[in-house]
Each structure stands twice: as C-alpha cells, then as structure tokens.
C-alpha cells in the first residue's frame, strides 16, 4: 500500500520518534530519519514495508511538487 501525503510534523512515544504524515482525509506514522526531517512541509510517499511482530514499518521517500 502506498500512502501520498504531507510531512507536518512529528511525536515522540515509548517506541521512538516518528513523523506525522497526513492528506485530506487520513494520516499515518513513520519512523523519523534524518532525510526524512528535511522533508518537513512536503508532500511525501509513505510505503508499507515488512510486517514484524505485528507492526506495520513504513518508509518514506520525498516526491516533487
């Protein structure tokens, strides 16, 4: 599945910190990398990765405007 929205910003939680990625009608969360904090207020893809012990793992990669 592939999830295109905005990177607006971040959280911290027991697990670690991750970037808030929303559009228009939903939002999900990505571990937060460094390349990934540079990218803040643009529109990113967010990929599903492998499932691990019952979590979902996300990577996002930056798209043009």
């Known amino acids: 599945e592939v999830f295109r929205g905005e990177y607006t910003g ?10 808030i990625i929303s559009n228009e009608t939903r939002f999900t969360f ?24 019952g979590n979902l793992l996300w990577r996002a990669r930056g798209i043009e405007r």
């Not at 971040?10 to 970037?19: E, I, Q, S």
């Not at 990505?30 to 012990?53: H, N, Y």
């Open 10 to 19: 971040h959280v911290d939680t027991a697990y670690g910190r991750f970037a």
């Open 30 to 53: 990505s571990p937060l990398t460094d390349a990934l904090t540079r990218l803040k207020g643009k529109t990113v893809l967010v990929e599903q990765g492998p499932v691990a012990a």
